[in-house]
């Protein structure tokens, strides 16, 4: 439980401090991931001082007091001003974790420190009011105190640390039956706790000593990552995560081949930086994927292709939900995949048989004929909602509660939509409708055709447009002419798409209109809130992928309607209007 607290504290440290030293160089270069918290960036952005003045902070007080009884004084007062208590978290604090034993790693927390006495009192006193009667130890120049046997935070005149081993049990497999089955299992647990009290011992004799030489700071890679701008950035070593993994799976190694030394082959070299910032106007998380060289060159041009602009005439914009949209060049990526897949696969046992199956298939379908299938990409696009009616099973039952079977009809409110695809080879496409037809799904209807799938109520239509496919269940859709230019998408929404092979979008206003018009019994403070909802926030989209060299960028975006402040006291605003106190 206290160590809960510990973590609850730090978690909601939310004020400026003096000016202190960049810790990441105490890091260890065998950390696997680092997360570092920016508040020397995002703290000058964000004002939170209104933020402690708003009613559902005030709120959060009050129930954060009745979890944590009588700690609340200390524990409001570390988070609400960690100066206070010591804690300078100025201009970066880290969380880290590095692998220590085959099936342990070590969670660490590392941040500055004011004023190391005040810092000692509040965990002589958090400890005592847990019950805990350790002194504080001295070894050198850091004193350390436990909080269990896995866990203890440890300090000197300037930085300090919150330290935990974790990690699962590698214990030997005991007979149920076995009379001395729970003695046994005590045993094991005991010496499991011996393990990690012993890690974590060694991890405070060097976690705050940690020499420029064996630093973070040496690695290339996140030298990158921190020279990058963000508010929360988050660095992961893939090579070392994977493995991590390969040994927490060496278990399976006769079932597939040795996957400790395929999940090594498949990170080798390979890095993520998550990168998180807030705005005024929008949040905004991106990722760039590291891939080694050698591998990233198979990969080259598959993100190239942007879809093709014509399919814009079949999509309503001015009420879209959401819409996704993928243009990928097929050939390129699938034989990336391959190439990056097959040295892998061919020596381990299941890999051979994937392989062979692999090509047999090459030799049963037309390989060149699927990736060329559709080209330039494909659109999915939800523009409204309409009602259908909809049949359904219900049952009656008489007097005697026999059941008969009833089909009942009612009316739903539905979406309706278009997709919108690329045709590259014309025939093949025609030989996938003969198919549809043939299973009674399609039906020619004018130039085109209706699609009606078992178990649904809407019925599509289906129409080639030049070299589009069209398929929709909006039934005013023109799909010979489609929607004049001031009914398509915006011309932000129609670049956003121009510049990137991957776009996922939601529409936030209109989305809470069709909510809020569907709900015919909704109360009015229902209503209340999607109104609140629909003025507040804008959209989500995600975009990507771009690929330069051996780096793969996407990002992420919540964007708020208020563009004058941050994006964070704009949704403190938010959450007070739901308080009902503002």
Do not use: C
Request: cysteine-free; charged content about 25%.
């Amino acid at each position: 439980m206290l160590k809960k607290l510990f973590i609850f504290t730090f978690a909601f440290f939310m004020a400026l401090g003096i000016y202190a030293q960049d810790l990441s160089s105490k890091i260890s270069k065998d950390a696997f991931a680092i997360v570092s918290i920016n508040l020397d960036s995002y703290g000058k952005k964000v004002d939170f001082a209104k933020i402690r003045q708003s009613a559902w902070y005030k709120s959060f007080n009050k129930q954060a007091e009745q979890v944590t009884g009588e700690d609340h004084d200390l524990l409001s007062k570390i988070y609400d001003n960690p100066n206070e208590a010591g804690i300078n978290l100025n201009p970066s604090s880290y969380m880290v974790a590095e692998i220590v034993a085959d099936s342990l790693y070590s969670l660490s927390y590392l941040f500055n420190i004011s004023d190391a006495a005040k810092l000692e009192q509040v965990i002589i006193k958090t400890l005592s009011k847990a019950g805990k009667t350790q002194t504080v130890t001295t070894k050198g120049k850091n004193k350390y105190a436990m909080i269990d046997d896995a866990s203890a935070i440890i300090w000197n005149g300037s930085i300090a640390s919150l330290v935990s081993i974790n990690g699962s049990e590698s214990s030997t497999a005991i007979d149920y039956s076995d009379s001395l089955y729970e003695e046994k299992m005590m045993k094991q647990q005991e010496a499991f706790r011996k393990i990690k009290n012993k890690e974590l011992l060694n991890q405070l004799g060097k976690v705050l000593d940690v020499a420029v030489e064996r630093s973070i700071v040496t690695n290339e890679n996140f030298k990158a990552f921190n020279a990058k701008p963000y508010d929360i950035g988050t660095w992961l070593n893939m090579e070392k995560m994977g493995k991590v993994y390969g040994k927490q799976m060496s278990s399976f190694s006769s079932q597939l081949g040795g996957m400790d030394a395929i999940f090594n082959t498949i990170f080798g070299g390979a890095y993520v930086h998550l990168l998180l910032n807030f705005n005024k106007g929008d949040l905004t998380l991106d990722m760039d994927q590291y891939m080694a060289e050698s591998t990233a060159k198979y990969f080259e041009g598959a993100y190239s292709k942007r879809l093709n602009p014509e399919a814009f005439k079949f999509v309503k914009g001015n009420k879209i939900l959401g819409f996704s949209s993928i243009a990928l060049d097929l050939e390129i990526l699938s034989n990336a995949i391959i190439n990056y897949y097959k040295p892998l696969l061919k020596d381990a046992d299941q890999g051979k048989t994937i392989l062979a199956v692999t090509d047999l298939l090459g030799i049963a379908i037309d390989e060149q004929a699927l990736l060329t299938l559709f080209k330039d990409g494909a659109m999915v696009a939800i523009t409204g909602t309409k009602e259908f009616e909809n049949t359904y099973t219900d049952y009656e039952y008489d007097a005697d509660f026999n059941a008969t079977e009833v089909t009942k009809t009612r009316k739903e409110q539905m979406p309706v939509g278009a997709a919108i695809l690329t045709v590259g080879n014309k025939e093949n496409v025609e030989k996938i409708i003969n198919a549809l037809k043939a299973f009674k799904i399609a039906k020619p209807k004018g130039k085109g055709y209706t699609l009606k799938f078992p178990e649904t109520a809407m019925e599509f239509t289906m129409a080639i447009n030049g070299n589009l496919v069209i398929i929709t269940n909006d039934t005013d859709l023109n799909l010979e002419q489609g929607v004049t230019q001031d009914q398509q998408l915006p011309a932000n929404l129609k670049s956003m798409i121009a510049e990137n092979s991957t776009v996922f979008y939601f529409d936030f206003p209109n989305i809470f209109d069709i909510i809020s018009n569907s709900m015919k019994e909704a109360s009015e403070k229902d209503k209340k809130n999607y109104a609140t909802l629909k003025a507040a926030l804008e959209s989500m989209r995600l975009v990507g992928v771009k690929q330069d060299k051996n780096v793969f960028k996407q990002q992420y975006a919540f964007t708020v309607k208020d563009k004058q402040q941050n994006v964070l006291n704009a949704l403190s605003d938010l959450f007070d209007s739901f308080s009902g106190q503002k």
